[in-house]
């Protein structure tokens, strides 16, 4: 049901995992739960999917959502 309104129908039905959160984390989540056969409900407050993954465009330039780099993420050894 991707990209569609919120339909009380849907209320309705039963899912074997309930995923908040459409960012990488959740799509692959839903992806590999759904390969293994389990019915799976995804929902985001958003209107695109993705979180930090996407970019928008404003006044003619595209910006970058998300973390561009993640440096001296390990402690040094001494």
């Known amino acids: 049901m991707l990209g569609k ?3 009380s129908s849907i209320a309705n ?3 074997d ?3 908040i959160g ?3 984390s ?3 989540t839903a992806a590999l739960l759904s390969k293994i056969g ?3 409900l995804l929902i985001e407050k958003h209107h ?3 979180g930090y993954t996407h970019m928008f465009k404003r006044k003619g330039y595209e910006w970058d959502v998300g973390i561009h780099y993640i440096g001296a993420v390990h402690l040094k050894k001494s």
């Open 38 to 40: 389990k019915k799976v």
């Open 13 to 15: 039905q039963k899912y």
């Open 17 to 19: 995992v309930l995923i």
């Open 5 to 7: 309104k919120y339909d």
């Open 48 to 50: 695109i999917i993705g």
């Open 26 to 28: 959740g799509l692959c």
């Open 22 to 24: 459409s960012g990488v």
